[in-house]
């Protein structure tokens, strides 16, 4: 398991899609960005899929809706169905369902994944804060909601009326660059009325049941690209980890996450489900994994030769060993440069 203090990453002599009886996996980022395919994503989720791993889509976009997810990853190459994506609008309707009566009316900030989420459940979406809402949700609503919007849930949420979000990530990746998130929306909303919500999204607990209870996993692996959701969710969940290294992730990140944001395994792409991972080991000052060795001390050296991976994980050894239970504020830069990372 990945809690603790982790000082080096793990090592698995089993292709990882044997290890682990179930990837759950982030989308933008990992298996697509802008909505096409990252390279060699569908293929190796086909092999993974093909050797027994049970594949599951987790994200904390509660727009769309599981079978909306599931067609654009089926259009992609990978069949998917429904049942196999697991939003964080589906975390955050159980976590209303659990502390609302049975077809409580729930006021919806969001889109159609909301509606459907909280129907599921047996709740009822209502639009205006004066249909006399059990609580209020608010989750991302696409880039044209409007801002009358935020102005109902703040008429609602200053009343006292229960405020849940579906996650509080501040910016989306969109095909023109960055936008603002629902994290952003949530900071209308708290502005206004100086209030908190309850959070269900990665990282937080919430969504992780959420994905165990609709998988059944016993072994399950988080796979993702971004350390402070993914990587830190897999964490608070008690649950091994692989980064890649598709998204917005990238080696400086790395090497200064603190412990709750270091990953069991690290890889360029979802190739890394079908191999195993290198051992790292302790040799003299520093680590060394297949043909490089990295050293922490003022500074991270880097000598050696072999794959850019084996290297950028001795210096992730090096690093955290250096950094404990802290930041590491070591400049990797030079060695990080050399690796082409």
């Known amino acids: ?16 899609s044997e290890a682990y009886d179930t990837a759950l996996l982030d989308l933008d980022g990992v298996v ?18 093909d050797g027994g791993m049970h594949l599951a889509y987790v994200t904390n976009n509660a727009l769309r809706t599981p079978d909306v997810v599931a067609e654009h990853l089926t259009e992609l190459g990978i069949p998917t169905g429904a049942e196999d994506v697991i939003t964080s609008a589906q ?33 009822t979406p209502v639009e ?25 849930a703040s008429y609602a949420v200053a009343r006292g009326v229960p405020w849940f979000a579906s996650n509080t990530d501040l910016t989306i990746p969109s095909g023109r660059g960055i936008a603002p998130g629902n994290g952003a929306a949530v900071e ?7 209030a908190e919500p309850q959070v269900a999204g990665k990282p937080l607990p919430p969504m992780h049941r959420e994905t165990i209870l609709r998988t059944g996993a ?23 980890s692989l980064l890649v290294l598709t998204g917005v992730t990238d080696g400086p990140q790395l090497l200064a996450a603190p412990p709750r944001h270091r990953p069991t395994y690290v890889d360029a792409d979802l190739r890394g489900l079908l191999t195993g991972q290198p051992e790292i080991t302790r040799e003299g000052d520093g680590f060394r994994c297949g043909g490089w060795t990295a050293n ?40 990080l440069a050399r690796l082409g990372l």
């Not at 603790?4 to 002599?13: M, Q």
């Not at 209308?188 to 100086?194: E, S």
């Open 1 to 16: 398991m990945s809690q603790g203090v982790r000082t080096r990453p793990g090592d698995s002599g089993q292709p990882l």
């Open 32 to 49: 697509y960005a802008g909505g096409d395919a990252i390279a060699h994503a569908v293929d190796s989720l086909e092999r993974a899929r």
């Open 91 to 123: 975390a955050v309707a159980r976590l209303i369902s659990e502390q609302v009566p049975a077809g409580a009316r729930v006021l919806v900030i969001g889109g159609e994944g909301l509606r459907v989420a909280l129907r599921e459940r047996g709740l």
């Open 128 to 152: 205006s804060a004066d249909d006399d809402p059990a609580a209020v949700v608010q989750g991302f609503g696409g880039l044209d909601l409007p801002w009358g919007r935020f102005a109902e």
């Open 188 to 194: 209308v909303v708290r502005i206004a009325t100086g």
């Open 218 to 240: 016993e072994r399950p692996l988080v796979v993702g690209d971004r350390l402070d959701t993914d990587i830190e969710g897999a964490f608070n969940g008690g649950v091994d």
């Open 296 to 335: 922490a001390a003022d500074r991270l050296e880097l000598e050696g030769d072999g794959e850019a991976m084996d290297g950028l994980r001795a210096l992730c050894a090096a690093a955290w060993t250096a950094a404990g239970d802290g930041s590491c504020e070591l400049d990797g830069e030079k060695a």
